[in-house]
């Protein structure tokens, strides 16, 4: 007769129970992963999925039953730990949004938005449009695939008990400083043209008083910067690449920091 006791049954529990707190947390969190069009099914799925496959090669867990104040805290610190990798990945496309929305108000597009159901809020479409170009870039270099092997990775270096320490989180503070230097640089090209092209249009204006500004304003910036954007599309993967690695690392910092 095959008997189970309490002590097993809590090392059973603990063994899934630990890793899928992380791996949820950071699917939740994750570009791609964490959108809200992805199904709930699927994110749960895909996470217990890879509790099953992941702790066969963990280290032994700690022995304290998931259910006890111990225990608690012990799921809390996952959960910390899988949002702390998801935030420092998603804040990846927050630099290609805010370049998006730098594009779209100097275009004269900051009226043009839509319903984001992504942030639940509205954003210009330029903005949007920069969004799904940069998921598709990131599917491209296998950036997916990155964030399984990071969450994988993450279990050697910050094993289940430990915890992130302040250096960590100041490590993700540095990375979010990032955003808005990287949001800049991707949309410099446009702002620099349309600076130009704002210029020589005060010039025209104070030139030939008689020009309606708004009447011939608009069309011409309109038409260079999306001439403009589509000239420096094809830099976006070398950046988003860039990007990429530099959060990888960031996270690989925050793991390796306890």
Do not use: C, N
């Given at each position: 007769m095959i008997t189970i006791s309490s002590?097993?049954?809590?090392?059973?529990?603990?063994?899934?129970?630990?890793?899928?707190?992380?791996?949820?947390?950071?699917?939740?969190?994750?570009?791609?992963?964490?959108?809200?069009?992805?199904?709930?099914?699927?994110?749960?799925?895909?996470?217990?999925?890879?509790?099953?496959?992941?702790?066969?090669?963990?280290t032994a867990m700690p022995t304290v039953s998931v259910g006890s104040p111990q225990g608690l805290l012990i799921m809390v610190q996952q959960i910390i730990i899988g949002s702390a990798m998801g935030f420092t990945m998603r804040l990846?496309?927050?630099?290609?949004?805010?370049?998006?929305?730098?594009?779209?108000?100097?275009?004269?597009?900051?009226?043009?938005?839509?319903?984001?159901p992504q942030n639940s809020s509205f954003s210009p479409v330029i903005a949007q449009w920069l969004s799904v170009v940069a998921s598709l870039a990131f599917l491209a270099m296998n950036g997916?695939?990155?964030?399984?092997s990071l969450v994988a990775e993450s279990f050697h270096a910050l094993p289940v008990g430990e915890m992130m320490t302040g250096k960590g989180f100041y490590a993700i503070t540095l990375w979010g400083a990032n955003i808005f230097a990287y949001g800049v640089q991707i949309s410099l090209p446009l702002l620099a043209a349309l600076l130009i092209t704002n210029l020589a249009l005060g010039i025209l204006t104070r030139a030939a008083q008689q020009l309606n500004l708004f009447a011939i304003g608009f069309p011409i910036t309109l038409t260079v910067g999306f001439f403009v954007l589509s000239l420096s599309l094809p830099y976006l993967a070398p950046a988003m690449d860039r990007m990429t690695t530099e959060a990888l690392s960031t996270a690989l910092k925050v793991m390796q920091s306890h």
């Open positions: 002590a097993q049954l809590d090392v059973w529990l603990a063994t899934l129970m630990y890793p899928l707190a992380r791996l949820l947390a950071l699917i939740s969190s994750a570009p791609i992963f964490g959108d809200k069009q992805t199904p709930a099914r699927v994110k749960i799925g895909l996470s217990v999925l890879l509790a099953i496959i992941i702790a066969p090669t963990l990846i496309f927050a630099a290609v949004e805010l370049a998006g929305e730098f594009s779209g108000m100097t275009m004269g597009l900051g009226f043009a938005s839509f319903y984001d997916h695939l990155m964030i399984l």
